[in-house]
């Protein structure tokens, strides 16, 4: 299983840089990005619907600041988006995805 994480410093300018090449190029299991610094309605059309990957996206409630997403081949069991804390819940810090063999 390959897993990457990398904190990309917001999804749309990176993706004028390549990123959706690099990723189909790379292929992850799973692939989590932070500081994607959008909305999900914000992300380019093929980032938000990417062949062969499950996408999750935890957004901050301020646009243009934090939020983190998810993309994976694997369909997790559940997924979680907050701490249960709304000081932090609102900065979309986390977003995690329970698989058979591990979180």
């Not at 999804?11 to 994607?36: H, N, S, T, Y």
């Not at 243009?64 to 900065?91: H, L, M, N, R, W």
Request: charged letters at 25%; glycine letters at 6%.
């Amino acid at each position: 299983m390959r897993i990457i994480c990398w904190n990309i410093n917001g999804i749309r300018a990176i993706d004028k840089k390549g990123l959706f090449e690099w990723f189909m190029f790379e292929q992850p299991d799973i692939l989590c990005v932070q500081e994607i610094k959008a909305l999900s309605e914000q992300f380019p059309p093929h980032l938000r619907n990417t062949p062969e990957y499950y996408v999750y996206i935890a957004s901050a409630e301020r646009k243009g600041y934090s939020g983190v997403a998810t993309y994976t081949k694997i369909k997790p069991q559940s997924i979680e988006t907050e701490f249960g804390i709304e000081k932090f819940d609102i900065e979309g810090r986390i977003l995690i995805t329970e698989y058979s063999q591990f979180i």
